[in-house]
């Protein structure tokens, strides 16, 4: 064995210079790839935060074009984690502290306000930062604590990708969750062109990547991730030499050394030979299997994959271990897997070089398995989809989530497809699966174009996440599977641009698209359970979803449309004027009239046309024709280009939602998710009858309750109460309430019920009630909707004193993620250091409504109080866009008259002096109303300068409104804002003012 790679528990607050083997990572947020050449630091001792934020590893590695960094690490209650970056140590460059980013716009500013000081060496050029689903990298151009703005701040990377990488040059994927396993964190792609871009941070020589000699400097951690308070923990990678840490901000001294460029040059050291050992890619197993199947990234000795003494899974040693082609291998356990999760590790498994290390993998069993082997014959004609393309693709290949097969971006091509002899250009591959795969997995095909390999889209909308599904034989019997290649779609097509309509435009125009879909027509029938609901105000009840569910919305004409009758036409925008209508009157193909199942006969179509089911012309499922008004002929709807969206063959898989237009013009969606349906064999013709979805949103409410339900059984395990009770089946909603002592009555937490089967001529209910009382408390269930929550307010609201004062607050949990929880804290900035904590416990006034005083001190006028509730004894945060907040005093805010009325004029008057403000031409009103609904942006009201520093802004305030106006104040550009806390004009009756 020529080297062992382990991981060492010391801190190295340096790296000499040396090189590193060239690292390609997989950014998907698992930092997996890593061993001790890219091994930076380890944090060292108890996480202050706990499970609320823990550090673990910082990796740095590179290649000849890309660094990478990944911090391994994991965190709970919405808490950020951070790696700030210094690219040119100890130059001057760059900004000593982001405790100034505090509440400044846009969101990629005020969201990453890491608590934290410089205390000498570090001036931070990057940040990168993530929460788990919503990366940032971004660059800083300013030097010092220079107040931060888009002049200043440049964001290299700001998406809700999660672990999927966007496939851009500077790139980032992380992975947060709640289970066991360590291997989580996130991980990031920076090109060296795009990170030395510029002069700021060096002069990089013709024909070289880096300035030479160059180096970098960077540490990590976690704060808050409150836009409006910079708080910090003060754990770090490294740790601290002589931690500074006071009320959440931490002042560092300690960062980390690493020497990119120790030879001076200019490009990134790096050496020839292969050093990196193998690491475990991915493994598969299933509940009540015996085996497991795991794969390593690379190549790997035979002799040293079965040794049973280099693995243990869930720190048992296997039975047995038989090598699977060149880099898996087949472990056989003594006993059925009976976890959820289990940590695979292995030591000693060698490459053909003789690397090796100590590797782990998280294998999250499925759900099912096969107990025998299954081969499976994929075969698929290339010629259906990109198989056409131009240039065409010199190589196929199958991936897929279940071992052998695997996904990566681009496609991994472990798989390949091998063409058929003699065939139309047909290509098949012959995958055996191993007892204990999954008994469903999911696949789909890929291509090699212009040298990258790129996924195909087997449907229009959602294309990135769109698989193949496909249940395996149990019994080991031999299967055939027979396809028809898709389109083109990433990385050639964005991944994160799927659903816009020039995505699906693309697509949709795209000649081999389509040919993925069906090979015969076929009927659907869509069925929408509405027997629960109230049906005497639906004006119209839909179904919408990709193709070939869409047009038939519009009446139309050739600009795309602009009389739909459904709502101002943004309900539905990413279904691109979609919709066809569901009826209950016992036509088109609807079973029985009246019966609250609202049904509609569709078709799949070989190529977009039906006369049947679409008897007008232009008879087309998916879309219309362009006017001629020469000879008086409208169009029809959705018209959006010379193809005519009309000649295309419907996709094997589409997603779908429920829509309902009540009378009052009020759009309503059930589910909150999309969705899908895969047509499994693309030759069939027999109907498919989707079982009716039953509508699961509240908006549309239950007839009013005519039947009191009967309660039936209440059972308690530790401090739970699950109780039972049963009603008529057409009662559609139910909740509990709960009484302690019987002469005070009973009380509601806004505890609901789950809607269960039939049985007899009652349906049954079940309810859960969490910190119950065993033995000292009473349940009543009844019929209905859970009530609507009274606003958040506050007394007083209007000229708060800035001496010290009490202000009253009142919370209603109702038809929140608050809803059942029986305890109540308030926390914020009102709270001393470390604030932000759990809290101070509220008082329960009754109907979910809780209550507290707050004792405030002395303030300067304009300083603002931040607050929110968690509720449970886990103390959940209240699910919100941001903090309830106020201004104390008036902050320079004059407002005539209070309270506003709705229907009358309202004026508010700003005197900018002394604020952010005071030098600004143009000054903006970023305000909503009714706790921030409908904030007006597009754009933003323009006050008017009436003299000197004073502006005015007045306006009819809208009757539909009842509750409050809220805004801030921004200039014309919306780079500087005056928006230390928010202020609020509360109409009666909850207007209160000392």
């Not at 107040?147 to 994927?173: E, K, R, V, W, Y």
């Not at 970023?926 to 008017?944: C, I, K, L, Y």
């Not at 539909?960 to 919306?974: A, L, M």
């Amino acid at each position: 064995m020529k080297q062992a790679l382990l991981f060492c528990a010391a801190i190295l607050l340096s790296s000499a210079a040396f090189a590193t083997p060239p690292n390609t990572p997989t950014l998907d947020g698992r930092p997996i790839e890593y061993d001790n050449f890219d091994y930076r630091s380890t944090f060292q001792g108890e996480s202050t935060w706990g499970a609320a934020g823990t550090l673990t590893n910082l990796f740095v590695t590179w290649d000849a074009t890309y660094l990478y960094v990944a911090l391994q690490a994991w965190q709970t209650d919405n808490n950020k984690l951070v790696v700030l970056l210094d690219v040119d140590p100890d130059a001057g460059t760059g900004a000593t502290t982001t405790t100034n980013w505090t509440s400044v716009e846009p969101s990629f500013i005020k969201y990453n306000d890491y608590g934290w000081v410089n205390g000498s060496g570090f001036g931070l050029d990057y940040m990168m930062a993530s929460e788990g689903t919503y990366n940032n990298v971004i660059r800083i151009l300013y030097d010092g604590v220079e107040p931060p703005s888009t002049n200043n701040l440049t964001s290299l990377f700001d998406q809700g990708n999660g672990t999927s990488p966007a496939g851009l040059p500077i790139d980032m994927a992380s992975l947060n969750d709640t289970t066991a396993c360590p291997h989580k964190g996130f991980e990031v792609r920076i090109p060296w062109s795009n990170l030395y871009e510029g002069v700021r941070f060096g002069t990089v020589e013709p024909g070289e990547t880096i300035p030479r000699g160059a180096s970098l400097r960077l540490f990590a951690g976690i704060h808050n991730n409150n836009p409006d308070s910079a708080w910090s923990s003060p754990d770090t990678i490294p740790n601290q030499d002589t931690p500074n840490y006071a009320d959440g901000i931490l002042t560092t001294a300690t960062y980390m050394d690493v020497t990119v460029d120790g030879n001076n040059d200019g490009l990134p050291d790096l050496f020839g030979a292969n050093g990196n050992a193998p690491y475990i890619r991915s493994a598969a197993g299933a509940l009540g299997g015996n085996s497991i199947y795991v794969v390593f990234n690379e190549p790997v000795t035979a002799a040293t994959v079965e040794d049973l003494a280099n693995w243990t899974v869930g720190g048992v040693a296997p039975v047995s271990a038989s090598a699977q082609g060149p880099s898996g291998v087949q472990l056989g356990l003594a006993t059925p897997i009976a976890t959820n999760y289990l940590l695979i590790r292995a030591t000693g498994v060698e490459d053909p070089d003789g690397y090796s290390r100590s590797t782990e993998h998280c294998l999250f069993p499925a759900s099912g398995g096969i107990s025998q082997p299954v081969s499976v014959t994929f075969l698929v004609n290339t010629n259906s989809g990109m198989g056409l393309f131009t240039p065409r693709p010199n190589a196929f290949f199958i991936n897929g989530a279940t071992l052998p097969l695997e996904w990566g971006y681009p496609p991994l091509e472990t798989i390949p497809l091998v063409p058929v002899p003699g065939s139309n250009n047909w290509a098949s591959a012959t995958v055996v699966f191993p007892a204990g795969s999954p008994s469903n997995i999911f696949y789909k095909y890929s291509a090699r174009i212009n040298g990258t390999n790129n996924y195909e889209a087997i449907r229009l909308t959602d294309f990135a996440d769109a698989a193949r599904p496909l249940e395996l034989n149990n019994d080991g019997t031999p299967m055939n599977v027979t396809d028809y290649l898709g389109a083109v779609a990433h990385p050639l097509r964005n991944p994160s641009d799927t659903n816009l309509p020039s995505a699906q435009n693309q697509l949709f125009e795209d000649p081999q698209r389509g040919d993925a879909g069906v090979r015969v027509r076929r009927e659907i029938l869509f069925q929408l359970d509405l027997s629960l609901r109230r049906r005497d105000n639906l004006a119209r009840v839909m179904v919408l979803g990709s193709d070939p569910l869409r047009g038939f919305n519009d009446n139309g004409d050739n600009q795309g449309g602009n009389s739909s009758d459904y709502p101002g036409n943004t309900a539905y925008l990413s279904w691109t004027n979609a919709g066809i209508q569901l009826v209950d009157d016992g036509t088109l193909g609807d079973a029985a009239a009246g019966d609250g199942i609202y049904s509609r006969l569709w078709s799949l179509s070989t190529d977009g046309y039906d006369s049947a089911i679409e008897p007008g012309e232009p008879y087309s499922l998916v879309g219309g024709r362009i006017a001629d008004w020469i000879n008086d002929i409208p169009g029809t709807e959705p018209y959006l280009g010379d193809t005519y969206w009309t000649a295309r063959r419907s996709p094997r898989s589409f997603i779908y939602k429920f829509y309902v237009l009540t009378t009052g013009d009020n759009p309503y969606e059930s589910p909150s998710s999309n969705l899908d349906y895969y047509v499994v064999d693309p030759e069939d013709t027999a109907q498919i009858v989707l079982a009716p979805h039953v509508w699961d949103n509240d908006a549309i409410p239950p007839p009013p309750p005519s039947n009191a339900p009967t309660m039936t059984d209440v059972s308690i395990a530790g401090t739970t109460a699950t109780v039972l009770f049963e009603n008529v089946p057409n009662e559609g909603a139910h909740g509990i309430t709960i009484s302690t002592n019987l002469l005070n009555g009973f009380d509601n937490y806004g505890h609901r019920a789950i809607i269960g089967e039939v049985v007899g001529d009652k349906r049954q209910w079940t309810a859960t009630i969490a910190e119950a009382t065993p033995f000292r408390e009473f349940y009543a269930a009844y019929a209905g909707v859970e009530p609507a929550p009274t606003p958040t307010y506050w007394e007083p609201n209007a000229n708060i004193p800035i001496g010290a004062t009490t202000v009253r607050v009142y919370f209603c949990q109702f038809q929140s993620n608050l809803s059942g929880m029986r305890t109540m804290n308030l926390t914020g900035t009102f709270r001393p250091a470390p604030g932000w904590d759990n809290g101070l416990p509220m008082t329960f006034l009754g109907n979910g409504t809780w209550m507290i005083d707050l004792a405030l001190p002395a303030v300067p006028d304009g300083d603002a109080v931040k607050f929110k509730p968690r509720g449970g004894p886990t103390f959940v945060w209240y699910e919100t866009g941001g903090d309830f907040q106020f201004v104390r005093g008036s902050g320079g805010v004059t407002m005539t008259p209070m309270p506003p009325v709705p229907g009358e004029d309202f004026t508010i008057t700003l005197d900018a002096a002394g604020t952010p403000l005071a030098a600004a031409t143009d000054i903006r009103l970023h305000m909503g109303f009714d706790n921030w609904r409908d904030v007006q942006e597009s754009p933003r009201p323009a006050m008017t300068n009436i003299g000197g520093s004073v502006w005015s802004y007045a306006f009819t305030v809208p009757t539909n409104y009842s509750v409050s106006i809220d805004w801030v104040f921004t200039d014309g550009t919306g780079s500087t804002w005056y928006s230390y806390g928010n202020w609020h004009a509360f109409m009666a009756p909850y207007y209160n003012s000392p």
